[in-house]
């Protein structure tokens, strides 16, 4: 595709983001104790390979490098997430000074390499103690599940507000709360691995409210400059056919991924046909009467992260659950979509990327435009986007990824057309900055811009970390050349 006068506006911030459990390592290390991943990584069958983030890229004792790293790449911007277990270790009550620390360290070398840091409270490593805690007795466990987990969260916010407000003005919540409720109680392929409907349901409640309690224990502790927002993962959702069958499937699946977070937290309100679609599994008496209020706070800005779409259709006869996929996420016996259990996933024709999902930016385009329509002044960031491909090193040790190149490329073009068309996006984070733990596909899948040798812990950019530096260092998509 031709980029000529492809250019991006001048304060665009470009950068690159990683998570906590995906990159540091140290595990037990500074007073951290384990959060639920540690817990998941270590039962038997849970990740490929066994593979744990026990030492994963060392970032922890590497950090100063990585930084340095990225300021050669021409990074504008970081987005990192703080591991709850490393400053609060039990999940309450006072925090560990020496996990405070790292954090404060980590972004005074940001800043003093002129790179903005970009923090997220909550990249999916609940505090282990949080999750075994069975504060209501009624279920398999604690967790986000529970109410008391909200807040938690908020309490934990506060104390990384207190300790890194003065120098970090960028702030989200929370990660992807689809995935840690949908993932991690429903589908159980992500931690803790529960396969709970109806505590998925409650767990993106308490997601929700989480972020909005989070929010104001941030805008309390925080100065006014700060930013505040929160990263969702909306799916692109389309229908296989016209068919109503296939359309009522494409709203079932709307409101499970996405209008179960965009309706408390920009309406104020859970949509209607959502707790139509569940009244089965329950009467979501775990919304309490002041909760939607505490959910709908204001947002400096709205995260997406995007990486495909999705193609959905109403399951027609026997559901044959080896064909179609459920959703992209990793294989279970158990659906990640309560009360829409048999809705049919399919792939969308073409390219797919080694992860599996299809290669198409024409969603990026259209949630962009759609969060403009639907949150009118608030400004978007893509929190992450990218691909992962089986990577190699060639023998002179240079390691050359043209399909992420093509992929960031097309992603890119797709965010030009959404602000030529109206987008307020105000900047781009490359998903990952390092090839680093990829959940339950442990070290398998590699997203990084650099290389990382897990024998070694050598890092190597890849061409696409000079190619996203040169586009960082102009704001012009630089053409997608092999
Ligand atoms: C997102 C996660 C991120 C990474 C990418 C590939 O869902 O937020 O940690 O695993 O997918």
New binding site residues.
């Given amino acids: 595709m031709p980029s000529a006068n492809l250019s991006f506006p001048p304060d665009f911030l470009w950068g690159a983001?990683t998570?906590a459990y995906?990159i540091e390592g140290a595990t037990q290390e500074g007073g951290r104790t384990s959060s639920i991943w540690d817990t998941f990584s270590h039962t038997p069958g849970k990740v490929l390979g066994g593979d744990t983030g026990d030492t994963a890229c060392d970032h922890y004792h590497r950090w100063r490098d990585d930084v340095r790293l990225m300021a050669e790449l021409g990074l504008r911007s970081y987005r990192f997430s703080v591991s709850w277990p490393r400053v609060q270790p039990t999940g309450r009550g006072p925090a560990v000074q020496r996990g405070l620390d790292f954090y404060r360290e980590l972004v005074d070398e940001l800043l003093a390499h002129d790179i903005t840091p970009a923090v997220t409270l909550y990249?999916?490593d609940l505090p282990q103690e949080l999750e075994s805690a069975f504060p209501s007795g009624h279920a398999a466990g604690g967790g986000w599940p529970e109410r008391d987990t909200a807040h938690r969260f908020a309490e934990y916010a506060g104390i990384v507000a207190e300790a890194l407000g003065d120098r970090v003005a960028r702030w989200t919540t929370l990660?992807?709360p689809w995935?840690s409720a949908f993932l991690g109680y429903g589908s159980g392929v992500h931690a803790p691995g529960r396969t709970e409907p109806v505590a998925a349901l409650r767990a993106a409640h308490h997601l929700n409210l989480a972020h909005g309690l989070g929010v104001q224990a941030l805008r309390a502790a925080l100065p006014a400059r700060a930013r505040i927002g929160i990263?969702l993962?909306p799916s692109a959702v389309r229908p296989l056919t016209a068919s109503a069958e296939d359309l009522d499937a494409q709203r079932r699946i709307d409101a499970l991924a996405n209008r179960v977070f965009t309706g408390p937290l920009l309406k104020g309100t859970y949509p209607q046909d959502l707790l139509t679609d569940t009244a089965h599994l329950t009467d979501w008496s775990f919304v309490r009467p002041d909760d939607l209020a505490a959910i709908k706070q204001p947002l400096d800005f709205l995260g997406i992260?995007y990486?495909a779409p999705a193609v959905v259709s109403a399951a027609s006869g026997e559901v044959d659950p080896s064909a179609p996929r459920r959703d992209g996420h990793g294989d279970s016996p158990h659906s990640p979509w309560p009360g829409s259990e048999s809705v049919l996933f399919h792939h969308a024709p073409g390219e797919l990327t080694a992860?599996g999902w299809p290669v198409d930016p024409t969603g990026l385009t259209d949630l962009l435009l759609q969060y403009t329509a639907e949150a009118p002044g608030v400004p978007l960031f893509i929190t992450?986007n990218?691909a992962?491909y089986d990577d190699k090193p060639n023998p002179d040790g240079s390691v050359h990824d043209p399909e992420r190149v093509r992929y960031l490329h097309g992603h890119l073009a797709a965010v030009h057309q959404a602000i030529r068309a109206g987008a307020d996006v105000r900047g781009y984070y490359l998903?990952?900055l390092l090839d680093n733990f990829?959940?339950s596909y442990g070290y398998s899948?590699r997203?990084g811009m650099v290389y990382v040798d897990y024998e070694t812990q050598a890092r190597v950019p890849k061409s696409s970390a000079r190619w996203y530096g040169k586009l960082a260092a102009t704001g012009e998509l630089p053409e997608a050349e092999d």
């Fill in positions: 983001a998570a995906q990249h999916w990660n992807e995935c990263s993962n992260n990486y992860m992450e990218g992962a998903w990952s990829e959940w899948k997203f």
